[in-house]
């Protein structure tokens, strides 16, 4: 092939992308009066995705395992003019979702909008993780959103309409140390999102893969922490609170519904996912160098084990502290704390 040829080929590549980007676009969804479920609704950015969307005239639906949580979030939404569906469901157990659906239908009508949000992360070296830990996270970050998108996608696909948003997270993009688990089933979430909009796009549905980077969600306490748990809290939380690095739910959330709405394929969320994401896109053998790097500063196993604790009780000097309190604030807004501290 002649440098003649290269170029047109490279040309009509371009243009093709550009018309399928294009032709994938459309007019701005609006969330009013739409029947809108947030999974693991009831906290963090779940919940703060959930105040947007009542502001915004949508039929929240939230659903999460804990009873007493879902009634502080409906609580929480009825202030900002929504009167929110908050269901128990375990999101791992098929029929259960199967069941969650059925009754979301019956009382507000088909979902129009899934918003993909549970999930789980676990904190500490690879020796300190079991085999348990890692069907764990898949279980939740990655198949319970299977399990949804298989629930709502008969109605969706009747409808010849519908949304589906998948929170993935710059974990799923660049693989972090001490939270493989987390990572691979992120990297799952990712892969299955891109492909179901590329296979859902004929039939009117839209998929929007969501790469998130640090959030000040609030998140850290209710974590999960193991061998040295309390260096491993404190270098995650303090992490969690730069203001330079971090974006706060908030504006997260905003980002989210925004992209959804215009029909966009991907948003990456935040600085940090930002640069992660291109450095690794452009260098990806110096982006797993510098990870390799920056691993050697983690706390080695020790103490616990694989033993785990909650953020919340893995405490220290080090974090809850003045380098930690935009991510207390956070917890304290996003029903993050256990009742107990709350």
């Not at 939380?237 to 959804?260: M, V, Y």
């Not at 983690?298 to 785990?308: D, F």
Request: with cysteine; charged share 20%.
């Amino acid at each position: 092939m002649n440098r003649g040829e290269s170029t047109a080929l490279l040309l009509a590549a371009v243009g093709a992308g550009v018309w399928l980007l294009a032709r994938s676009k459309r007019s701005r969804y609006d969330y009013a009066g739409k029947v809108v479920l947030v999974t693991g609704g009831s906290r963090g950015l779940g919940l703060v995705m959930s105040r947007q969307l009542s502001q915004q005239g949508a039929r929240v639906v939230i659903c999460a395992r804990d009873e007493a949580e879902l009634q502080t979030a409906r609580q929480d939404l009825a202030t900002h003019g929504s009167e929110p569906l908050a269901l128990l469901c375990e999101l791992t157990d098929p029929a259960d979702v199967e069941r969650m659906v059925r009754e979301i239908e019956a009382q507000r009508g088909p979902v129009d909008v899934l918003i993909n949000n549970a999930g789980t992360i676990g904190v500490g070296p690879l020796e300190s993780m079991t085999l348990d830990d890692f069907h764990k996270a898949m279980n939740i970050n990655f198949f319970a959103a299977v399990h949804t998108v298989y629930a709502v996608l008969p109605s969706m696909r009747r409808r010849k309409t519908g949304r589906i948003v998948n929170i993935s997270s710059i974990g799923g993009r660049v693989s972090i140390p001490h939270l493989l688990p987390y990572s691979a089933s992120k990297f799952a979430v990712a892969g299955f999102s891109e492909g179901l909009r590329a296979e859902l796009a004929p039939l009117g549905i839209s998929v929007t893969t969501v790469i998130p980077g640090l959030m000040r969600t609030g998140s850290p306490p209710q974590a999960e922490f193991k061998s040295q748990h309390e260096k491993e809290y404190a270098w995650f939380a303090i992490s969690d609170s730069l203001p330079l690095l971090t974006i706060s739910a908030e504006a997260a959330a905003r980002d989210i519904l925004s992209a959804s709405a215009r029909g966009d394929g991907q948003v990456v969320v935040g600085l940090s996912a930002k640069v992660g994401v291109l450095l690794h896109g452009l260098f990806p053998e110096l982006t797993m160098n510098l990870v390799a790097l920056a691993n050697e500063f983690l706390p080695a196993l020790g103490g616990i084990g694989t033993g785990t604790a909650k953020g919340y009780q893995s405490q220290s000097s080090w974090a809850p502290s003045w380098l930690t309190q935009l991510t207390e604030q956070a917890a304290r807004r996003n029903n993050e704390l256990p009742e107990a501290t709350s």
